[in-house]
């Protein structure tokens, strides 16, 4: 059978199942373009986290890393949530345990403690608050400054929210395999060779610091979300992206008049590609890889969760 019959084929037998099902796909601005193609909503974190909240569906089928697909079931413990393969982690959310998160919370009692989205329902049930790269920012902002805040588990997300803050906080060492390669390296040869375009850059980059200490005008820090609508909103033509390559399948897509450069060609993520159009099927065919998040954990992980979402409506 030719390739092309074949994907015209799987895709029909996906779209079928979901109907029959009343499943929804979600899938990150990360995920393979067919994935991508395939999915009800595409977006960041924060977008994914609020499709979850707010779906009618009996089954949600996350097409991500798994921290996403347990986010989903602690918001959502009525729902069935299934991911296409249990092996699509996340190196950031595996810097930090449950355990760590406790221990550093004795070393510093009364502190505050900000986990980044990208972590365990373990880890986020030890936090007061959660972030994403989108509002991480907010939300560090709206706790009173004589507050020592714990920040985890991603350095260079807050290093960045520290200098654009002024507020001092304590920072986990952890980090994102693929985007601290993204480095100072990649920017300036980039804009050497490219002065005038946009420079879009996600925060877990280990150069996003630094790059908001440069005068030009055309660097922006933003999450995926906030690059889709830069560039939406942006007269330029030429735009420097520095996250993981998955999202410039939806950047050209949106915009195919527009010219997108990756920072780093080999900013890939391996655990976003494990998901796959015959994985999918398969989840659905067998509603197989369930993502359960036990209620009382749950319970307890979703306050923080929580908090975001009303901090960043």
């Known amino acids: 059978m030719p390739i092309g019959v074949y994907m015209e084929n799987l895709i029909e037998k996906i779209k079928r199942l979901k109907k029959e099902k009343n499943a929804v796909i979600i899938a990150h601005n990360y995920e393979l373009p067919e994935v991508q193609d395939i999915a009800d909503f595409v977006g ?5 986290a609020r499709q979850a909240a707010n779906t009618d569906a009996d089954i949600i089928l996350f097409c991500g890393v798994h921290f996403m697909a347990e986010t989903a079931s602690i918001i959502s413990q009525d729902k069935k949530v299934l991911i296409p393969d249990l ?3 996340c ?5 930090i345990t449950a355990e760590e998160l406790k221990k550093w919370k004795e070393e510093n009692p009364n502190a505050v403690v900000v986990s980044y989205i990208n972590t365990t329902a373990a880890v986020k049930a030890e936090s007061d608050y959660c972030c994403t790269s989108s509002n991480a920012v907010e939300i560090v902002k709206s706790i009173p400054e004589e507050k020592l805040i714990l920040f985890c588990p991603d350095r260079f997300l807050g290093k960045f929210v520290m200098t654009t803050t002024k507020r001092k906080m304590k920072i986990w060492e952890g980090a994102c395999h693929v985007h601290k390669k993204i480095n100072i390296n990649d920017f300036e040869e980039k804009i050497k060779e490219n002065p005038n375009a946009d420079f879009l850059i996600h925060p877990e980059c280990s150069c996003s610091a630094n790059c908001t200490s440069k005068s030009q005008n055309n660097i922006k820090v933003y999450s995926t979300e906030g690059m889709i609508k ?3 909103s942006s007269s330029n033509k030429n735009f420097v992206i520095a996250t993981e390559t998955g999202i410039l399948h939806r950047l050209k897509k ?3 008049e527009k010219n997108f450069i990756p ?5 890939i993520c391996d655990y976003m590609k494990k998901i796959t159009l015959n994985n999918i ?3 659905l065919k067998y509603e197989q890889y369930e993502v359960k998040v036990p209620k009382t954990l749950a319970e307890k992980a979703k306050l923080p969760i929580e908090k975001m979402l009303e901090l960043s409506k």
């Open 44 to 48: 960041d974190s924060l977008g994914l």
């Open 87 to 89: 092996t699509a982690g």
């Open 91 to 95: 190196s950031l959310a595996d810097s």
């Open 230 to 232: 830069h560039v939406e």
């Open 254 to 256: 949106l915009h195919p």
């Open 263 to 267: 920072m780093n060609e080999n900013a």
């Open 281 to 283: 099927l398969d989840a």
